[in-house]
């Protein structure tokens, strides 16, 4: 399929996907349950990054890569 022959709303979609990949190589995917519940029973271990830690460094690649698109 062209993009000439798509219309405005399957274009967006098609934007949003590249997006999100970029972003997140595993975007779409789902965990399967042997992850899910690995993650379930280790989600009181405190030994991680915390969340917030993890938030601030997101959101400073955020910034570059939109930075680096402009």
């Not at 993650?39 to 997101?58: A, N, T």
């Amino acid at each position: 399929m062209k993009v000439s022959d798509m219309t405005v709303e399957e274009l967006e979609v098609l934007i949003e996907r590249v997006v999100g990949k970029m972003l997140d190589p595993d975007y779409g995917l789902e965990l399967n349950d042997e992850l899910k519940d690995y993650l379930e029973s280790h989600k009181d271990d405190k030994s991680g990054i915390p969340h917030e830690e993890v938030k601030k460094q997101l959101e400073e690649k955020l910034k570059m890569v939109t930075q680096c698109s402009l």
